[in-house]
């Protein structure tokens, strides 16, 4: 836990750039947004046009993971920070009518904007923190999220509660943001600069070791070049701290 960050002013400003994004899509943020950018990721054309339009011009991933999380007909998963959508549609697409994808949420605009776009009936949209989904345990197959664990204060929570709701030998698929060298301490410390992805990223060797401390075993790891933030600030901390996006395959030991 990060003491002396002001968590309640992190999830107000979390929860402003977010409804921004969900509801001014086309504004510019310190990151890209958009149908343009999920293809650039590696999102496949045929996969995205499974998404509803308006759910995909809000999409604000930092990789693509589905590839490998290799979600099968029938499995039930969970989104982690699903914001708009984009991964829940597409997930719901690959598992089937017979599968379930739940995506869970703090920002009240995501997820309206979310459910008033859901079609499908194995697909739900639940309010919560990513450190403490609503979903019981051992209920998961395949866990998903895709640049939002750098958003939390406390990654080793969002770890933990992810280990307790996958079923043995079940599978926690993550794009997220990393750093390759320790956090100023004033970066650390402002909210402002978490808000924007880039004062949460921990240090790569920690995150792996959070994972690891929940009981998961990574057994795939790539990096992400497709992925860049567009201010300038932001852009100064990927060089001056090895800022970057990369994708994370952790198995819960059967």
């Not at 790569?204 to 070049?225: F, S």
Request: glycine share 10%; aromatic share 6%; charged share 20%.
């Amino acid at each position: 836990m990060v003491s002396t960050l002001d968590v309640a002013d992190l999830e107000r400003r979390v929860k402003e750039v977010y409804r921004a994004v969900a509801e001014r899509p086309h504004e510019r943020y310190h990151f890209e947004v958009g149908r343009g950018l999920a293809q650039r990721l590696g999102y496949p054309p045929d996969l995205l046009s499974h998404v509803p339009a308006e759910a995909l011009e809000s999409f604000a991933g930092v990789g693509y993971c589905l590839d490998l999380a290799r979600p099968v007909p029938g499995e039930r998963v969970l989104d982690l920070g699903s914001g708009s959508g984009t991964d829940v549609f597409a997930a719901a697409h690959l598992v089937g009518p017979t599968g379930r994808v739940i995506g869970v949420d703090m920002s009240e605009e995501q997820l309206a904007k979310a459910r008033r776009l859901r079609t499908a009936a194995n697909v739900q949209f639940l309010a919560g923190h990513i450190e403490d989904p609503p979903v019981p345990p051992g209920t998961i197959d395949l866990i998903l999220s895709n640049g939002v664990i750098n958003l939390s204060a406390d990654k080793a929570a969002v770890f933990r509660a992810a280990a307790a709701v996958l079923v043995a030998g079940g599978r926690l698929a993550i794009c997220d943001i990393v750093a390759q060298h320790p956090l100023a301490e004033h970066i650390v410390c402002d909210a402002s600069l978490w808000a924007a992805c880039v004062g949460g990223a921990a240090q790569v060797d920690e995150y792996r070791a959070l994972i690891e401390d929940a009981g998961l075993r990574i057994v795939a790891e790539r990096d992400n070049p497709g992925y860049a933030f567009r201010s300038g600030s932001a852009r100064a901390a990927t060089v001056t701290y090895g800022i970057k996006s990369t994708s994370f395959l952790a198995v819960k030991p059967r």
